[in-house]
């Protein structure tokens, strides 16, 4: 009986030293990036109905980081095996670059504890699957690559695709809305019956499935409370708004004094619209009641010119910059970013 009793305290202790150490990033952030809030005198121009806070366009970094995670993963298993992508660096990054963020929303309003709830929230839970991967790639998942040889097997290249196409999907849809049960299904109609085959279609197939399973109940969570709006309002300036009107996704609301009040759809649609627009001459004069946004871009150089936190890509070679701007000036950073040796990413929305 008192063997069974410390077995039992073994584990309770292992599961809280386990739940800590998932914690532990989260309560450093907290305690040690703080921000030092300070006042906005800036004016919206939109009425509050249009507004979106302005530290959410810092605080939608942490999702798409997790987004450009996947896509580093893809990219370096498109030639190597994923024992190769580096999971803590991935989780260092999460984390490293959330402490930026939390400082600099002190010019922005802040850092809200709804929105903490939510990053911290997806935060551990990338923190976990990313442990879990490397846990099983670094050990089982290793031995399989050696049994396999240096030949590649029909699943390794067919797990890389899956992971290109999630990775392009999440750019735009929330990640429940992905087909996993399908992923899982074309596990078996790939391969062949190879050891690396087999131990790949059991270790995804069985990841899929799990994943099928949470997105069920985030789905239907979301559903009860709501999606968040796939639209948001700006007004621009320097273009004429029968050129805005044929815009794929634009809707011209109406002139204003300080330009013309538009519509425009969210997330991965609004990057390529704001560069389409910065390259016919536009100007953008606020967004969603915003005079400042964070962009993404990438260089072959490790800090670029106005970034609040620079980190190196796995699988490219490169390096991702956040570099916050003010919106007014947004169209001749996007103009300009190729002749400083800058790629646009993303631009984040709020």
Excluded at 118 to 140: C, D, H, N, P, R
Excluded at 170 to 176: A, E, G, I, N, S
């Amino acid at each position: 009986m008192r063997w069974l009793l410390r077995k039992l305290l073994w584990l309770v202790a292992g599961l809280v030293a386990l739940i800590l150490c998932l914690l532990a990033p989260a309560g450093y952030v907290e305690l040690a990036c703080r921000p030092d809030m300070r006042a906005d005198d800036y004016r919206p121009i939109l009425p509050e109905t249009d507004r979106r806070p302005e530290a959410r366009t810092l605080l939608t970094y942490p999702e798409w980081h997790i987004v450009h995670a996947y896509d580093d993963y893809a990219r370096v298993i498109t030639t190597g095996d994923p024992q190769d992508y580096g999971y803590l660096s991935s989780i260092g990054g999460f984390w490293s670059s959330l402490c930026a963020l939390s400082e600099a929303t002190g010019d922005h309003g802040g850092f809200p504890w709804e929105t903490k709830q939510m990053v911290y929230t997806i935060g551990v839970s990338f923190t976990a699957e990313m442990l879990m991967k490397a846990a099983y790639e670094e050990t089982l998942g290793r031995v399989a690559t050696w049994i396999r040889g240096d030949t590649r097997a029909p699943l390794d290249d067919l797990s890389a695709l899956q992971a290109a196409d999630y990775a392009e999907f999440l750019q735009q849809v929330p990640w429940y809305k992905w087909d996993f049960a399908k992923s899982a299904a074309e596990l078996h109609e790939t391969g062949g019956r190879g050891f690396r085959d087999r131990e790949r279609r059991l270790a995804l197939g069985l990841e899929y499935r799990g994943k099928a399973a949470y997105a069920g109940v985030i789905a239907q969570a979301v559903a009860q409370v709501g999606a968040d709006a796939l639209t948001l309002r700006m007004i621009v300036a320097g273009i004429d708004a029968e050129r805005l009107a044929a815009l794929p996704g634009v809707n011209v609301i109406g002139q204003r004094p300080e330009g013309i009040e538009i519509e425009t759809p969210r997330y991965r649609e609004l990057t390529h619209l704001l560069a389409q627009m910065a390259a016919e001459g536009a100007g953008f004069v606020e967004i969603a009641g915003n005079d400042d946004i964070l962009v993404t871009a990438i260089s072959g150089q490790e800090q670029a010119t106005g970034a609040i936190f620079s980190f190196r890509r796995q699988g490219y070679g490169d390096f991702r910059h956040l570099i916050m701007v003010k919106v007014a000036d947004l169209g001749s950073l996007l103009r300009e970013m190729s002749g400083e040796g800058l790629t646009l990413e993303h631009v984040h929305d709020y």
